[in-house]
């Protein structure tokens, strides 16, 4: 097995950030619309699994995985 390597941390200034939010954030998305895109045609996983909602809320520990890169959510 090999260490997955955090590539982006985001740091919440609230309670949680939703997905799209947090793509973009992270610049793995250029708009709300490409991160959409993405998240609807299930490129996107959160904690290992694949997410749909563009809305789901992360929060603190969470991990959101696409292409290949790595989110760390922390407070």
Same mark, same amino acid.
């Given at each position: 097995?090999? =260490?997955?390597? +955090? ?6 200034? /609230?309670?949680?950030? @939703?997905?799209?939010? %947090? ?6 998305? =250029?708009?709300? +619309? ?6 609807? /045609?299930?490129?996107? @996983?959160?904690?290992? %699994? ?21 989110? @760390?959510?922390?407070?």
């Amino acid at each position: 097995m090999f =260490e997955r390597v +955090v590539m982006y941390t985001i740091k919440l200034r /609230d309670e949680f950030i @939703k997905l799209g939010q %947090a793509l973009k954030a992270a610049g793995l998305c =250029e708009s709300g +619309v490409d991160a959409k895109f993405a998240v609807q /045609d299930g490129r996107v @996983k959160v904690n290992g %699994a694949v997410e749909t909602q563009r809305g789901k809320k992360l929060y603190e520990g969470d991990e959101v995985e696409f292409e290949g890169e790595l989110i @760390k959510i922390e407070k």
